[in-house]
């Protein structure tokens, strides 16, 4: 049989496909198409030089064993870089302009692997606000060491707070991950932390970000082929912070980038000091790879302030605004708010503020209405590990067992229950909701709230489970 160069790559798409992610295939080799087959050598078609560049630096092995198995040891792969005139091929990262304006481009032909001639970058990666080399922290003065308060539960992330911003990259706090749920503080302490150095060391680059701008960031650098020039701007930083790092859950190509990003700066004795909504070991769809640097350095807790860190807030709050309180209220706001620092902060503020503006003294009867109206307008944040709790609970299961592929009956109700009350209560993707309960895709989701909808309008049984478990999630 007469070899053609749709048949060689179809064959090699085969060998690929048994040895890569399904996703990867989908992204990197679909999108290729195979045009021409002259002696030993095949030459494919891809969209743009950045995804050339890719195949280069991820996959250049397997294509050569793929290649090798279908014309033997002297195969050549070369590649033709063309953008197609329209718009309905798959063609990631490329950026194209009207046809009317769309210079024609010229197929570039190149043999692997490729070796660059000038590993030099021009540009750094420019965030926007930000130019060249001057960058803007990006840090709040507003949130000092002066106005954290120490207390029982913050103790261990302060202390090593206070270490890292006076030696920055020279403590074995690196990386220092701060964790812990909403409103307790860990936007406050990294910030203050990088005050703190760029009062100590103005030559230092502080910079911080959220993960979610990061993540932006990166995509945009993506579609306009500047990848490289992302990662040089962020190797150039000498103290990293990064907020709500779990925002890179299931983002593999912003966590390939950051892991790359991360190796160099740990390497060269820069710092990075990240924030987490829980412990390394709880993330999901983190890469392991990256999870055992989280832990290289130190992981410190922050926990719902004590009693006399409340107090201490709450003082500072009405010195800060120039208010004074009588001692038992402050007491009272302080014993009946104990969730978290920032709706500590709320009460007060609320209470300030019914005082000043309907010109009532601050007794303690306005203090325990504002506090009671407070409270029953706190919308408590249900996650998705609490509802399969609850649903695990509810059924006496174990959780492990709810996120199973079991097929028993009563499994699988207990888990579409738990599918259809996350997509209810939580802002959540379906993609990030299945992932999260047994590592579904997101149509299992999108079915599991159907049936559990026709369900409870045929079945009392199950219309019982659906009202107690409600009842019990919206306590």
Known sequence: ??????????????????????????????????????????????????FYEWLEEHYVKLLKVALTKELGNSAKLLYKIKMENTYGNKQPFTEQLPSAHRAPVKPQEVDFPLQ??????????????????????????????????????????????LAVANKP????????????????????????????IKDKYPDKTVLYISA???????????????????????????????????????????????FHIFNHLHQNGKQVILTSDKAPVDMQDIEQRLLSRFKWGLSAELHQPDYETRISILNNILYRDGVEMPQ??????????????????????????????????????????????????????????YIQKVVSDYFQLDIDTLKSKTRKRH???????????????????LANIGSQIGDRDH????????????????DKQFRKFVDDINKKLSV
């Not at 990259?169 to 909403?182: C, E, Q």
């Not at 499994?411 to 959540?428: E, G, H």
């Not at 149509?443 to 045929?458: F, G, I, M, S």
């Open 116 to 161: 660059n001639k000038n590993p030099e970058l021009k540009n750094p990666f420019v965030i926007p606000g930000i130019r060249n080399l001057k960058i803007d922290s990006q840090l709040n003065a507003n949130y000092s060491f002066d106005n954290f308060f120490e207390g029982d539960s913050n103790r261990l992330a302060r202390s090593a707070g």
């Open 443 to 458: 149509a299992t989701v999108l079915h599991a709230c159907k049936t559990v909808d026709n369900l409870v309008t045929t």
């Open 169 to 196: 990259g020279g403590t074995s706090f690196n990386p220092l991950l701060i964790f812990g749920g909403v409103g307790l503080g860990k936007t406050h302490l990294v910030h203050a932390i990088g005050i703190d």
């Open 328 to 385: 038992e209220i402050i007491e009272y706001v302080a014993r009946n708010i104990k969730s978290n620092v920032r709706e500590l902060e709320g009460a007060i503020i609320s209470l300030i503020a019914q005082s000043s503006f309907n010109h009532r003294e601050v007794t303690l009867d306005l203090a325990k209405q504002v506090v009671e109206k407070f409270v029953k307008n706190i919308k408590r944040e249900i996650s998705i590990d």
């Open 212 to 258: 979610e701008i990061f993540t932006q960031q990166y995509i945009d650098s993506v579609k306009r082929n500047t990848r490289n020039d992302f990662i040089h701007f962020y190797q150039l930083i000498d103290v990293l912070i990064i907020d709500d790092v779990q925002f890179l859950s299931g983002k593999t190509g912003t966590q390939d980038v950051f």
């Open 1 to 50: 049989m007469v070899k053609t160069a749709q048949s060689v790559w179809e064959n090699c798409l085969l060998f690929i496909k048994d040895n890569i992610q399904d996703q990867a295939y989908k992204t990197w080799f679909e999108p290729i198409r195979a045009v021409e087959l002259t002696d030993n050598a095949l030459y494919i078609q891809v969209p743009s030089k950045f």
């Open 411 to 429: 499994v699988v109700q207990a888990r579409q229950l738990a599918m259809f009350f996350a997509k209810k209560f939580t802002k959540a993707s």
